[in-house]
């Protein structure tokens, strides 16, 4: 009559034992969940980078291509005009 309940015991142990493992310890649900949140967040913060080496990359080519942008940058970063031209700067 012991052994019955003594296999019954230890197989409710093992049971017990799994369900922890699953829930709680390591490659449980609650882990995968936060991972697969992680991942999509890095895709994200990926595709935001990738857009913008994109618009750095045309940036560079348009630099090293012609003047116009090189000249329109001077003048509206750094407010310079060519030779024999007058600025004329208005004030509200």
Same mark, same amino acid.
């Given at each position: 009559?012991? !052994?019955?309940?003594?296999?019954? *015991?230890?197989?409710? %142990? *093992?049971?017990?034992? &799994?369900?922890?493992? %699953?829930?709680?310890?390591?490659? !449980?649900?609650?882990? *995968? +969940? ?6 999509? =967040?890095?895709?994200? =913060?990926?595709?935001?980078? &990738? ?9 560079? !080519?348009? %630099?090293?291509?012609?003047? =116009? +942008? ?14 024999? =031209? +007058? ?6």
């Amino acid at each position: 009559m012991r !052994s019955p309940y003594w296999l019954f *015991v230890v197989l409710i %142990l *093992v049971l017990a034992g &799994l369900q922890y493992r %699953l829930w709680v310890g390591e490659g !449980s649900f609650a882990q *995968v +969940t936060d991972l697969q949140r992680q991942i999509a =967040e890095q895709k994200g =913060e990926n595709e935001n980078l &990738l857009e913008r080496n994109r618009i750095l990359e045309a940036e560079v !080519s348009e %630099l090293k291509k012609g003047m =116009e +942008t090189v000249e329109e940058r001077a003048r509206h970063e750094l407010g310079m005009v060519k030779d024999g =031209e +007058t600025l004329y700067q208005l004030n509200e």
